[in-house]
């Protein structure tokens, strides 16, 4: 029975055991209550860090933006251009971008992806990889900066101390037991202390000091002099690379452990001042680049400001056209009079309400642009202020010489210089990688002075013996007489160099990769400065046929005006006409507008457009430290011995400062000149204030304007047209006195009238001026040229900026 019950139990345990199997079972405990909320889910969810910085206040002042709805409540802030730079200038820790291209011309491959291709520039830059310690894996800032890579050429101080204890059995008998015990004892301690250097060269200097203490039981010991004996030495050491390692221009390349770390992992080890010197250079290189960028994304959003507002205004001049057509027709139509059937009053309100949108579209575009501008300033999107550009663009012709822009862009932009940096830093790394295929061979030597006795310091007895009682380690080491030296050679050589033919082969090709970039971004540049110049020329053709176009929309209206009111043409005619006069009166300023932009982008295709806005950039202070080394480094070469025939190693690598500013008198750069003619006057009238009306009524009993004034029904005076002025006076803009349009002639150019030539030469002609030969005063070209409009192309650095209104956010 008992038998029985047994295996009952053990078939039970057995098919329980294999029920459960190995499955994982959750721990039971006691105090448990059940709310797992404050875990699961825990390990995904999205945090925010902890991080508290402080906004800026441009951030936390800004209201709230004008709309067409809402544009109540602002001043109008009358901002040139210059003052725009400097404001950016002073906004810019971080280089804004507004992510838009005006102008789109020959492929930009190369030069797009040279400057700042990794992340956005900010003013920290060059400092960031003139600090970096080689360790930001990944990062643009991973390569070892210049302060890093001279480390290793620093002193080492290395020191070290231990003590021991040891007290442990031996396992000796018999005849051995008479010279040694059967536990050994011992007190132990080392002390050592040693300066080392690694020279330009690759010579390794070392000196060192190295004490020991030793107390044991040995019974070999127990007749000596002490029981206890101290030991110390000093020791130089010495090494010189003399072929591969060899020499100040490997070493100022690669760096003096290169060799080293080469023969443990075999890779490329080249990490040395030179090439930490080039790196700095190619990040002040994407610094200005990125300068340069800003500068022209401040002059574009600049000039599609001041579009937006003659956009605004040519809109408006329909607007108000289409909405007198169509009050005098529905007068006609009220009348019962001839020209009043309810079709034509259909078709003018029609052409009426399409300006209107197109003027609310336009007042939208205009907040558009302006909050660009202010973004771009590193302004609050909206201050209570209106941003109006005071400068009014050239319109006078301007014409670089060809061979002197192609020269100069292929020698100051900023592209070009980075990439000659990298030719230079794979010749620099080739000169390296020839080196490895030369034997490593080294010559070395030490010499040691030995001193030993009872105590480290005891008293001086002459030229006692060592370890006597009472005698110092250091009193037998200054004796002088237990001297050592060594000195040998260190050979290594690979079988067959494969490694390093490879790396050689490596750097090679790499050379050869960066030269045909080069070629290829010349051509590339070559390419931009054609299309910028001929979009130059384009520009300022399309400005005198829209300015044409312009003054012959309207006369065009007023000549159908004239006829309409004598029932001599149809009302379709004379809407068709005012669509074309707006039309005309926006292509001109866009093609006013590109004109100067064309002439901002031939600067920037060749390099000059910081220099052409006045900006050159320059270095941050150092510290005291800094000027102290470098005077005395300067007064060591002063000093120098200047040997004929002689040669420095490594070989020059630089060719002195780049040249931030031209002279253009030199005629060694094309900075553009002014033609001396006779340019045409621009019909241009003032800014209007983007403040629109509010929406009309049906039509009036009587012709009533959008403030709910009666309206005269005539036509405006032949030859000018009413805007408002920036000061809220009116002024009547049309063809300038002196000047008239020739239909006669072919081109249709504004012909100037009878009138001497020095009198209209300086009236309009006192700029300063970029043309050649001149790098300030007057610009020998008359006609519509003024301060303003040259814009001041040539800022001087002479004079001080304009200061900025209150709250112009002119600084942070």
Known sequence: ??????????????????????????????????????????????????????SLDEVTSAMAPLTVRHSENYEVWDLSLEEATRITLTNSQVMRQLGAVVQEQAPETISRNLINSVSVATTYDPALVESATGTASGSQFNGTGTEAALSAFDAQLDSAISWQKNDRPVNVGG??????????????????????????????????????????????????????????????????????????????????????????????PFDGVMLARIRTDQSLADFEGAARNLMRDVEQAYWNLYFTYRDLEARKIGRDSALQTWKTVAALARQGARGGSADREAQARAQYFQFKAQVEQGLSSLYTAENR??????????????????????????????????????????????????????????IAARNHLLPRLDAFGTYRWNGGGDDLFGDDQGAATPFSPGVGAFNVLTDGNFQEWEMGLRFSLPIGFRQQMSTVRHHQLLLARERALLQDLELEVSHQLGDAVR??????????????????????????????????????????????????????????????????????????LLDYNGVYLAEGPWPGKAYFDAMRRARQRDASLYLDYGYTRPNVMSRGPHAQQTDSASGVYGDGVIIDGVPYEQMAPEMASPQDGEPLEPVPAEPMDSMGAVMETSAPQAGGSLFSAPGGQAVVAGMATGYEINPTTENHRPQPIATPRSNVQMASAQAEGRSEGTSSGVVHAYGAVTEKNERQAHYTTHRPPAEAPVGAGGGR
């Open 175 to 268: 005849f051995a037991s008479a010279f040694q015990s059967r536990a050994f004892q011992q007190d132990a301690a080392n002390f050592n202390v040693g300066v080392s250097k690694t020279s330009a060269a690759g010579t390794q200097f070392a000196f060192r000091n190295n004490t020991t203490y030793d107390a044991n039981n040995n019974l070999i010991l127990q007749n000596a002099p002490a029981f206890s004996q101290w030991g110390t030495n000093f020791e130089t050491f010495v090494s010189q690379p003399l072929l591969q390692g060899a020499g100040a221009q490997y070493n100022r390349i690669a760096g003096p452990f290169a060799f080293e770390q080469y023969a443990q992992n075999g890779v490329n």
């Open 1 to 54: 029975m008992d038998r029985q019950a047994r295996h009952f139990f053990c078939v039970l345990l057995a098919g329980i055991t294999a029920l459960t199997g190995c499955a994982p079972t959750q721990p039971f405990y006691f105090m448990e209550d059940g709310d797992l909320s404050h875990y699961v889910d825990v390990a995904t969810q999205i945090e925010y860090p902890d991080v508290e910085e402080p």
């Open 535 to 608: 979009d130059l020329d384009l520009n300022y053709s399309l400005t005198e046929t829209n300015f044409n176009r312009r003054a012959a929309a309207q006369r065009e209206v007023e000549a159908v005006e004239t006829s309409y009111k004598a029932n001599r043409v149809t009302l379709d005619l004379l809407l068709d006409a005012q669509r074309r006069r707006s039309d005309a009166e926006t292509a001109y300023y866009r093609s006013l507008v590109d004109y100067n932009l064309a002439i901002t982008d031939v600067h920037y295709r060749k390099g000059s």
């Open 373 to 430: 501008m202010r973004y771009i300033m590193g302004l609050s999107h909206t201050d209570g202020r209106l941003i109006r550009p005071a400068d009014e663009p050239t319109t006078a012709q301007v014409a670089f010489d060809w061979t002197a822009v192609h020269s100069e862009g292929l020698t100051r932009r900023v592209e070009v210089r980075k990439q000659k940096w990298s030719i230079k830093q794979r010749e620099l790394e080739l």
